[in-house]
């Protein structure tokens, strides 16, 4: 089983590239069905759940070309099937997506019942209820979301709760739908955009993505395009939080600062320097990090997915801090694991309390989900003397060459298998 063996102390210091946003990328991919024409897109993560994603459309007859390791060209003219079952797919959140976009399509769709990282309860009620609200039949059973409609047609759908799955899928489906369809508290964040702008660019009519209200005019078919998509957020984020947290000096290279806002002030709060380019940040973390606030919101509020990196830096600040956790209601897992390595957090139902200790001490720590995976790799980073970091699969499926990017900035971070490789790298490095 593959494990991170990871010797603290180091301040990373450097200069690191930001790839293609995950999350963007999956609706993206989703969504190249929509079209008989060819796709070319650009920038794609090379990530597992990217990778489920293609291979899961090469399953139904999508022709496919990796024009390079981020670059692929995709022709779905000729898919065989819209159901899918591909087991893997159970595995990732997006594969939802796949019911927008071939819903809309081809008014049919059934698609094993999704997964991804155990955060919370998850619910599809408003994806659902948005196919239901176009004309669309939806019966969930066998562990599939089945869905078909005679004409889908346009709808005035107002969101219960802000929902970045739920915004994409509906407005996927909505596309190509007869006549109008508004969405009304659509979440906002920048792969909301990204795909819009992407739908759009295939001929779509989608205005107002990026704020409450996304109105669509529908279209009876989409063409091919060229399109790259927009670096990832959560990954700049990382690594800003990353120089934050070992105390370093990092150049965070290929972002949209703007995307970085709600990062970018929390870093500021806690004492850091933040020096904003035209498409990098550089984080610099010269004197003692200080306490704050912070509550996770959706965009443009600071983001869950950051949750546990921020938690990180401010378990080992000055003074007391509090985490609340508006979106997910089980994303504290990590908390068990930071406080072996130290850490002094009381979690009281969706808050925090965390009161901050001077240093992490290394520890033998299990990734429980992707986002807090990295950042107990980040904890490690700081901390005093050896780790090792299991269950590193989850963080391979959002982060391309993470333990690489992390030694290309001076971390002592290792990819091992055995206990033998362990003792090597305690030998290398001691
Ligand atoms: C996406 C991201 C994930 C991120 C999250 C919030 C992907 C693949 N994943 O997840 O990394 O943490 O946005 O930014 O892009 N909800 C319902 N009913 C629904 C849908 C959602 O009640 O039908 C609730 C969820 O339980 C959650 C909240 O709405 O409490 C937000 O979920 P949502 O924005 O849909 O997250 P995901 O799209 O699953």
């Known amino acids: 089983m593959e494990q991170y063996a990871i010797k603290g102390g180091n301040p990373l210091v450097g200069e690191v590239e930001i790839g293609g946003a995950k999350n963007a990328a999956l609706p993206i991919l989703a969504a190249s069905v929509m079209t008989d024409e060819t796709v070319y897109i650009e920038n ?20 496919m070309k990796r024009e390079d390791r981020h670059t692929v060209t995709m022709n779905a003219a000729n898919i065989s099937t819209t159901v899918l079952v ?6 990732i959140r997006a594969s939802y997506y796949l019911i927008g976009a071939l819903l809309g399509k ?47 047609v346009g709808s005035h759908i107002y969101m219960d709760v802000v929902s970045v799955g739920a915004t994409i899928n509906v407005m996927m489906a909505a596309t190509m739908a007869e006549g109008k369809t508004i969405i009304e508290n659509a979440a906002k964040e920048p792969h909301v955009v990204d795909l819009a702008n992407f739908l759009n660019s295939m001929g779509a009519n ?67 320097e933040v020096e904003e380019a035209d498409d990098c940040v550089r984080v610099v973390a010269s004197k003692p990090l200080r306490h704050t606030q912070v509550k996770t919101l959706p965009y443009p509020g600071f983001p869950t997915d950051m949750q546990p990196q921020i938690a990180v830096a401010l378990a080992m600040s000055q003074g007391t801090s509090i ?108």
């Open 44 to 63: 794609v993560p090379d990530v597992r759940d990217t990778n489920v994603m293609l291979s899961a459309l090469e399953g139904i007859g999508v022709l």
């Open 323 to 430: 985490v609340t956790e508006s979106i997910f209601e089980n994303r504290f897992k990590y908390v068990d694991e930071l406080t072996r390595m130290g850490a002094n957090i009381k979690v009281e139902g969706n808050v925090a309390i965390i009161n901050g200790v001077k240093k992490y001490t290394g520890a033998s720590i299990s990734a429980p989900d992707l986002r807090a995976g990295a950042a107990l790799v980040l904890a490690a980073l700081s901390a005093e003397g050896y780790s090792t970091v299991d269950d590193i699969r989850y963080i391979e499926r959002g982060y391309e060459d993470f333990h690489l990017k992390l030694q290309s900035l001076g971390a002592q971070i290792e990819l091992i298998e055995t206990e033998r490789d362990f003792q090597k790298f305690k030998l290398k490095t001691g």
């Open 206 to 272: 989608i205005k107002g993505a990026g704020t409450d209200v996304i109105r669509i005019k529908g279209v009876p078919r989409l063409h091919g395009t060229e399109y790259a998509i927009i670096p990832d957020q959560i990954e700049a984020g990382t690594f800003m939080f990353a120089a934050a947290i070992t105390k370093g000096d990092v150049m965070v290279k290929n972002v949209i600062t703007k995307h970085l806002e709600s990062i970018t002030a929390k870093l500021l709060e806690i004492g850091c």
């Open 106 to 152: 081809y008014k049919q769709a059934e698609v094993v019942l999704p997964g991804g990282c155990d955060i919370g309860s998850r619910a599809i009620d408003q994806h659902i209820k948005g196919f239901r609200a176009l004309g669309a039949e939806v019966v969930v059973e066998y562990g599939m979301i089945k869905t078909k409609a005679e004409h889908l």
């Open 86 to 91: 591909d087991e893997r797919l159970k595995k």
